[in-house]
T-cell receptor, first 113, second 117 residues
Framework: AQSVAQPEDQVNVAEGNPLTVKCTYS??????LFWYVQYPNRGLQFLLK??????LVKGSYGFEAEFNKSQTSFHLKKPSALVSDSALYFC???????????FGTGTLLAVQP | EAQVTQNPRYLITVTGKKLTVTCSQN?????MSWYRQDPGLGLRQIYY???????DKGDVPEGYKVSRKEKRNFPLILESPSPNQTSLYFC????????????????FGAGTRLSVL
Protein backbone atom coordinates (compact mmCIF):
# COMPACT_ATOMS: atom_id res chain seq x y z
CA ALA A 1 0.00 0.00 0.00
CA GLN A 2 1.12 3.51 -0.72
CA SER A 3 2.05 5.69 2.22
CA VAL A 4 3.82 8.88 3.16
CA ALA A 5 5.73 9.64 6.35
CA GLN A 6 6.67 13.02 7.74
CA PRO A 7 8.82 12.17 10.74
CA GLU A 8 8.83 15.63 12.31
CA ASP A 9 5.70 17.17 13.80
CA GLN A 10 7.44 20.53 14.01
CA VAL A 11 10.54 22.16 12.57
CA ASN A 12 11.95 25.32 14.08
CA VAL A 13 14.35 27.50 12.16
CA ALA A 14 15.67 31.04 12.46
CA GLU A 15 14.87 33.52 9.73
CA GLY A 16 17.57 33.57 7.09
CA ASN A 17 18.73 30.03 7.81
CA PRO A 18 18.14 27.14 5.41
CA LEU A 19 15.21 24.86 6.14
CA THR A 20 14.41 21.23 5.40
CA VAL A 21 11.10 19.47 5.92
CA LYS A 22 11.43 15.73 5.57
CA CYS A 23 9.23 13.29 3.70
CA THR A 24 9.63 9.62 2.85
CA TYR A 25 7.27 7.55 0.78
CA SER A 26 6.33 4.02 -0.08
CA UNK A 27 4.73 3.30 -3.45
CA UNK A 28 4.54 0.56 -6.00
CA UNK A 29 5.65 1.81 -9.38
CA UNK A 30 6.78 5.31 -10.20
CA UNK A 31 5.80 7.89 -7.61
CA UNK A 32 3.91 11.09 -8.21
CA LEU A 33 4.96 13.30 -5.29
CA PHE A 34 3.64 16.63 -4.09
CA TRP A 35 4.14 19.27 -1.46
CA TYR A 36 1.27 21.43 -0.25
CA VAL A 37 1.26 24.26 2.27
CA GLN A 38 -1.58 25.26 4.58
CA TYR A 39 -1.68 28.71 6.13
CA PRO A 40 -3.97 29.33 9.12
CA ASN A 41 -7.66 29.32 8.17
CA ARG A 42 -6.82 28.61 4.55
CA GLY A 43 -7.03 25.65 2.25
CA LEU A 44 -4.07 23.72 0.96
CA GLN A 45 -1.98 25.41 -1.70
CA PHE A 46 0.15 23.52 -4.18
CA LEU A 47 3.89 24.16 -3.87
CA LEU A 48 5.59 21.72 -6.22
CA LYS A 49 5.47 18.25 -7.70
CA UNK A 50 7.71 15.51 -8.99
CA UNK A 51 6.46 13.30 -11.81
CA UNK A 52 9.52 12.49 -13.89
CA UNK A 53 12.72 14.23 -14.92
CA UNK A 54 15.20 16.18 -12.82
CA UNK A 55 15.49 15.07 -9.25
CA LEU A 56 15.58 18.67 -8.05
CA VAL A 57 12.20 20.29 -8.45
CA LYS A 58 11.64 24.01 -8.05
CA GLY A 59 8.31 25.38 -6.88
CA SER A 60 6.52 28.41 -5.55
CA TYR A 61 7.86 30.94 -3.00
CA GLY A 62 11.49 29.82 -3.46
CA PHE A 63 10.90 26.26 -2.28
CA GLU A 64 12.49 23.24 -3.89
CA ALA A 65 12.45 19.52 -3.25
CA GLU A 66 14.87 16.75 -4.00
CA PHE A 67 13.62 13.38 -5.16
CA ASN A 68 15.87 10.55 -4.00
CA LYS A 69 14.76 7.19 -5.35
CA SER A 70 17.26 5.08 -3.41
CA GLN A 71 16.25 6.65 -0.10
CA THR A 72 12.58 6.96 -1.13
CA SER A 73 12.62 10.55 0.07
CA PHE A 74 11.26 13.84 -1.18
CA HIS A 75 12.50 16.49 1.24
CA LEU A 76 11.33 20.09 0.95
CA LYS A 77 14.03 22.73 1.15
CA LYS A 78 14.55 26.47 1.05
CA PRO A 79 17.93 28.22 1.19
CA SER A 80 16.78 31.12 3.37
CA ALA A 81 13.67 30.92 5.56
CA LEU A 82 11.23 33.79 6.02
CA VAL A 83 8.89 34.35 8.95
CA SER A 84 6.06 34.28 6.41
CA ASP A 85 6.98 30.67 5.56
CA SER A 86 5.57 29.60 8.93
CA ALA A 87 2.75 27.20 8.10
CA LEU A 88 1.74 23.56 8.03
CA TYR A 89 3.37 21.56 5.24
CA PHE A 90 2.03 18.34 3.78
CA CYS A 91 3.79 15.82 1.60
CA UNK A 92 1.55 13.66 -0.58
CA UNK A 93 1.77 10.85 -3.08
CA UNK A 94 -0.80 10.09 -5.74
CA UNK A 95 -2.48 6.78 -5.08
CA UNK A 96 -2.85 4.90 -8.34
CA UNK A 97 -5.41 5.48 -11.05
CA UNK A 98 -8.01 7.06 -8.78
CA UNK A 99 -6.07 10.32 -8.58
CA UNK A 100 -6.38 10.15 -4.80
CA UNK A 101 -3.73 11.98 -2.80
CA UNK A 102 -2.32 10.13 0.18
CA PHE A 103 -1.08 12.68 2.67
CA GLY A 104 1.48 12.63 5.40
CA THR A 105 0.49 13.84 8.84
CA GLY A 106 1.95 17.29 8.24
CA THR A 107 4.90 19.24 9.62
CA LEU A 108 4.46 22.58 11.31
CA LEU A 109 7.22 24.94 10.24
CA ALA A 110 7.95 27.76 12.68
CA VAL A 111 10.38 30.44 11.53
CA GLN A 112 11.58 32.70 14.30
CA PRO A 113 12.57 36.32 13.56
CA GLU B 1 -10.54 33.69 -10.76
CA ALA B 2 -10.10 29.92 -10.74
CA GLN B 3 -11.26 28.56 -7.43
CA VAL B 4 -12.96 25.90 -5.37
CA THR B 5 -15.67 27.33 -3.15
CA GLN B 6 -17.01 25.63 -0.05
CA ASN B 7 -19.91 26.70 2.10
CA PRO B 8 -20.35 27.18 4.93
CA ARG B 9 -16.88 27.89 6.32
CA TYR B 10 -17.96 27.19 9.86
CA LEU B 11 -20.84 25.06 11.12
CA ILE B 12 -21.98 23.99 14.56
CA THR B 13 -24.76 21.45 14.69
CA VAL B 14 -26.26 18.78 16.92
CA THR B 15 -26.19 15.03 16.65
CA GLY B 16 -28.64 13.67 14.10
CA LYS B 17 -29.49 16.89 12.30
CA LYS B 18 -28.90 16.41 8.58
CA LEU B 19 -26.54 18.85 6.92
CA THR B 20 -24.99 19.53 3.55
CA VAL B 21 -21.67 21.17 2.79
CA THR B 22 -21.55 22.55 -0.72
CA CYS B 23 -18.55 22.56 -3.04
CA SER B 24 -18.32 24.25 -6.39
CA GLN B 25 -15.43 24.65 -8.84
CA ASN B 26 -15.20 26.93 -11.86
CA UNK B 27 -12.31 25.22 -13.65
CA UNK B 28 -14.32 22.60 -15.56
CA UNK B 29 -12.47 19.86 -13.70
CA UNK B 30 -13.54 16.25 -14.10
CA UNK B 31 -12.25 15.04 -10.77
CA MET B 32 -13.54 16.18 -7.38
CA SER B 33 -12.89 14.85 -3.93
CA TRP B 34 -13.70 15.37 -0.26
CA TYR B 35 -11.11 15.05 2.51
CA ARG B 36 -11.26 15.43 6.23
CA GLN B 37 -8.34 16.73 8.25
CA ASP B 38 -7.78 15.62 11.82
CA PRO B 39 -4.80 16.38 14.08
CA GLY B 40 -2.07 13.78 13.79
CA LEU B 41 -3.82 12.03 10.90
CA GLY B 42 -3.27 14.41 8.01
CA LEU B 43 -5.96 14.46 5.34
CA ARG B 44 -8.00 11.38 4.54
CA GLN B 45 -10.21 10.95 1.53
CA ILE B 46 -13.93 10.52 2.14
CA TYR B 47 -15.40 10.25 -1.37
CA TYR B 48 -14.34 11.13 -4.86
CA UNK B 49 -15.87 11.58 -8.28
CA UNK B 50 -14.11 10.96 -11.57
CA UNK B 51 -16.88 12.71 -13.53
CA UNK B 52 -20.60 13.52 -13.58
CA UNK B 53 -22.73 10.72 -12.08
CA UNK B 54 -19.58 8.76 -11.14
CA UNK B 55 -18.73 8.62 -7.44
CA ASP B 56 -16.80 6.20 -5.28
CA LYS B 57 -15.75 5.67 -1.70
CA GLY B 58 -12.45 6.87 -0.35
CA ASP B 59 -10.78 5.70 2.83
CA VAL B 60 -13.31 6.97 5.39
CA PRO B 61 -16.77 7.04 3.74
CA GLU B 62 -18.90 5.86 6.68
CA GLY B 63 -21.56 8.37 7.64
CA TYR B 64 -21.22 10.47 4.47
CA LYS B 65 -22.95 10.70 1.13
CA VAL B 66 -22.12 12.64 -2.02
CA SER B 67 -23.67 13.35 -5.38
CA ARG B 68 -22.33 14.64 -8.70
CA LYS B 69 -25.25 15.72 -10.84
CA GLU B 70 -23.35 18.59 -12.43
CA LYS B 71 -19.69 18.87 -13.28
CA ARG B 72 -19.09 21.94 -11.12
CA ASN B 73 -20.82 20.81 -7.89
CA PHE B 74 -19.98 18.05 -5.43
CA PRO B 75 -21.93 18.39 -2.17
CA LEU B 76 -21.08 16.41 0.94
CA ILE B 77 -24.08 15.18 2.90
CA LEU B 78 -24.15 14.04 6.50
CA GLU B 79 -27.53 12.35 6.98
CA SER B 80 -27.18 11.90 10.74
CA PRO B 81 -24.05 13.65 12.02
CA SER B 82 -22.27 12.31 15.05
CA PRO B 83 -19.58 13.89 17.27
CA ASN B 84 -16.84 11.79 15.64
CA GLN B 85 -17.51 13.70 12.44
CA THR B 86 -16.29 16.90 14.06
CA SER B 87 -13.44 17.82 11.76
CA LEU B 88 -12.08 20.19 9.13
CA TYR B 89 -13.34 19.29 5.67
CA PHE B 90 -11.78 20.12 2.33
CA CYS B 91 -13.10 19.80 -1.18
CA UNK B 92 -10.62 19.51 -4.02
CA UNK B 93 -10.73 19.29 -7.80
CA UNK B 94 -8.36 18.51 -10.62
CA UNK B 95 -8.27 17.74 -14.29
CA UNK B 96 -6.40 14.46 -14.68
CA UNK B 97 -7.44 13.95 -18.26
CA UNK B 98 -7.14 17.32 -19.96
CA UNK B 99 -5.28 19.59 -17.58
CA UNK B 100 -1.98 19.71 -19.43
CA UNK B 101 0.85 20.66 -17.07
CA UNK B 102 -1.63 21.12 -14.21
CA UNK B 103 -3.41 17.81 -14.62
CA UNK B 104 -1.87 16.18 -11.57
CA UNK B 105 -2.43 19.15 -9.30
CA UNK B 106 -5.41 19.23 -6.97
CA UNK B 107 -6.91 22.58 -6.05
CA PHE B 108 -8.44 22.92 -2.62
CA GLY B 109 -11.25 24.95 -1.14
CA ALA B 110 -10.70 27.03 2.00
CA GLY B 111 -12.23 24.38 4.24
CA THR B 112 -15.31 23.88 6.38
CA ARG B 113 -14.87 23.52 10.11
CA LEU B 114 -17.67 21.36 11.45
CA SER B 115 -18.52 20.80 15.09
CA VAL B 116 -21.14 18.20 16.00
CA LEU B 117 -22.39 18.50 19.57
Amino acid sequence: AQSVAQPEDQVNVAEGNPLTVKCTYSVSGNPYLFWYVQYPNRGLQFLLKYITGDNLVKGSYGFEAEFNKSQTSFHLKKPSALVSDSALYFCAVRGGATNKLIFGTGTLLAVQP
Amino acid sequence: EAQVTQNPRYLITVTGKKLTVTCSQNMNHEYMSWYRQDPGLGLRQIYYSMNVEVTDKGDVPEGYKVSRKEKRNFPLILESPSPNQTSLYFCASSSPLTGGSTKNIQYFGAGTRLSVL
